[in-house]
């Protein structure tokens, strides 16, 4: 049998966990099933990753990764202050839709987190990375539109974000409760209040 180099196994191995862990539960994701998922031995995983909780690190980077990519590709061109933050909004909860499974299983990975110090830093480095997105996206079209906001960007971007994060949870485990349209609304509606921004008049053409 042909030697598959650590480097190789690596991406293998995360993607069967997420797959495993996704169609069954986090607590499911024992290196024996996750080897099992990729039809390896257990020693593989602990040879590429050296714990579990290397592997779950490595799992929760991915997704996370994930997440700030589409994040970054649903910020519109050209689109004012509001329009933005609506279309990120749209966009984040598509994900939560269409993509429940990972999303919920993001979730369930940085709740254990917070319980598990080896996974403490990957949990702070997701927070830290989707709140740096999202704080770039509004400062830099803040300055596009000429946008001036009243309140600093990195705590609108927290606003908004955990808004986000309790209309998520709802949705995961309550949807028979959930009314998104209405809240995506309200949650824009009360981001823009909080920014309280207005156009700069000084600042010559937009482009």
């Known amino acids: 049998m042909a030697h ?28 024996r099933a996750i080897a099992s998922e990729l039809g390896v031995a257990q020693a593989t995983v602990h040879y590429t990753f050296g714990t579990k909780e290397d592997l779950y690190r490595a799992v ?47 979730t369930e990975l940085t709740l254990l987190a917070v319980r598990t110090p080896a996974l403490d830093e990957a949990r702070r480095s997701h927070h830290r990375q989707v709140n740096e997105i999202t704080e770039r996206i509004m400062t830099e079209t803040a300055a596009r539109t000429g946008y001036v906001l009243a309140q600093p960007a990195d705590l609108v971007a927290r606003f908004f974000l955990n808004g986000f994060d309790g209309l998520t949870m709802q949705r995961l485990h309550a949807p028979e409760e959930a009314t998104e349209r209405v809240d995506l609304r309200v949650l824009v509606a009360a981001t823009v209040a909080l920014a309280g921004g207005r156009l700069d008049l000084t600042a010559g053409p937009i482009d």
């Not at 293998?12 to 797959?19: E, K, S």
């Not at 589409?70 to 598509?94: H, S």
């Open 4 to 31: 598959v180099s650590a480097a190789e196994r690596r991406p293998q191995l995360i993607n069967a966990a997420i797959a495993l862990m996704t169609r069954e539960g986090v607590a499911a994701g024992s290196t």
């Open 60 to 106: 929760m980077e991915q997704l996370t990764g994930d997440l700030i990519a589409q994040v970054e590709r649903a910020a519109p061109q050209g689109a004012g202050f509001e329009e933005t933050i609506a279309a990120l909004a749209g966009a984040l909860w598509r994900t939560v839709e269409e993509e429940s499974a990972g999303y919920r299983l993001l």
